[in-house]
């Protein structure tokens, strides 16, 4: 049985990525940070069924001797390096934590690894958002790069590191470039999340009115659980390499709105209000992907619809307050 490590593990890719390695017979241990409130950070690995067939461990990525102790405790033979200050938002407000953690943190562990497991193969979450203010109409892995955030440039440093790693140190370090991917497991900071949460609100009487920010920002967004298979497929390949996963569509944030409130049988326009104070210090207006490379050496190719997205969002929202209002 091979052994999987993920950091970030609690989150909505790490939730995702541990139920399809169970599911290919992985032992799966995940790095858990220690929170007061740790009664409610499995959630989402409740939510999938899976809380109780991983192995979570103490640590945090910005302590190295944590990493290192867990590797030489568990010896995985793939490392999924998810874990991050990932809210773009948040990062303008805490642009050092979030260096520390999406960009150091990266760093500590592919030093662990060289140090302690140098044969094991290692995945890192890069981001579209290291593509920004966009060089070229549809983003490949030979797109030039101009982050607009503090959280992009953490990750483009994260992203480099991996590449340096794979090139100084034969390390088999990959870079999974994925753009925005999405779920009911989705942090509700997030704009989509917002709204399917906003949908359900004003369609149960709980809300009139949702304030997002910038409505005219386009996004590439597919499904979460698509996309963690990409991650496993990069690590299964002979050499370690940079690929872009994507869908391939773009589309404006108030185009989501308008799926999202038809499904529930609303009309956007009459609840959503674009709010300035919601508007970030410098926005990527625009993302799209070009997945060909990943297509062509992974076989992998996205296979959520936005619209089956957006309606299986908007269900688990309603699901999930319709639960709320019964139980009191
Ligand atoms: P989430 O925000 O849902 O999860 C982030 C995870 O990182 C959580 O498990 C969180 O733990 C953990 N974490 C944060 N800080 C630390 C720390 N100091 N030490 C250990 N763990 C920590 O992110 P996603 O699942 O959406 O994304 C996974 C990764 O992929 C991230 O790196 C993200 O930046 C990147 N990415 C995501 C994309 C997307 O569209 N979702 C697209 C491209 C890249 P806790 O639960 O305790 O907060
Ligand atoms: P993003 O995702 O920044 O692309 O990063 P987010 O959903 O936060 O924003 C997408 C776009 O929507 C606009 N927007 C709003 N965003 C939020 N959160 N809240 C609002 O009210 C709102 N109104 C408009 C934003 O301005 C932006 O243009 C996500 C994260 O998962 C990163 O970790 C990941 O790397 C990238 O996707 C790819």
């Known amino acids: 049985m091979p052994t999987a490590f993920i950091t970030g593990i609690t989150g909505q890719d790490g939730a ?19 929170s007061a409130s740790s009664d409610v950070v499995g959630e989402r690995l409740r939510w999938l069924g899976v809380v109780d067939h991983v ?21 995985p033979e793939e490392i999924y390096n998810l874990a991050a200050q990932s809210f773009v938002a948040a990062s303008w407000q805490q642009p ?5 953690v999406t960009g150091i943190g990266c760093v500590n562990l592919l030093e662990a690894v060289r140090i302690v497991l140098p044969s094991a193969r290692f995945y890192q979450a890069s981001s579209s958002e290291m593509f920004g203010k966009i060089q070229a109409e549809r983003q490949s892995e030979t797109t030039p790069f101009y982050p607009r955030s503090p959280y992009a440039a953490a990750k ?12 100084s140190f034969g390390l088999h370090a990959s870079s999974g470039i994925l753009f925005n991917h999405e779920s009911p497991l989705r942090g509700i900071e997030f704009v989509t999340r917002k709204v399917t949460d906003g949908v359900a609100r004003i369609k149960l009487g709980l809300a009139t009115e949702l304030a997002l920010g910038n409505m005219n920002a386009q996004r590439d967004w597919g499904h979460a659980a698509d996309y963690v298979e990409a991650m496993w497929r990069m690590l299964q390949q002979d050499a370690a390499d940079d ?46 992907g070009d997945a060909a490379k990943a297509h062509r050496q992974l076989g992998w190719q996205a296979g959520v619809a936005l619209e089956q997205l957006v309606a299986e969002m908007v ?4 699901a999930r307050y319709q639960k709320k209002l019964q139980h009191g």
């Open 16 to 34: 995702y990525l541990s139920r399809f390695l169970l599911h290919k017979g992985y032992r799966v241990i995940g790095l858990m940070r220690r």
């Open 55 to 75: 192995e979570l461990v103490d640590g945090n990525l910005t302590d190295i001797t944590s990493l290192i102790r867990i590797l030489e405790q568990y010896r």
């Open 96 to 100: 050092l934590l979030t260096g520390n």
């Open 156 to 167: 483009l440093y994260a992203h480099w590191m991996t590449v340096n790693y794979r090139e």
């Open 243 to 288: 690929y872009v996963i994507a869908t391939g569509r773009t589309v404006p944030i108030h185009e989501f709105c308008r799926l999202a409130f038809a499904h529930a049988g609303l009309d956007y326009k009459d609840h959503v209000v674009s709010r300035q104070d919601l508007h970030r210090p410098a926005e990527v207006d625009v993302l799209l």
């Open 315 to 318: 269900e688990a929202d309603l």
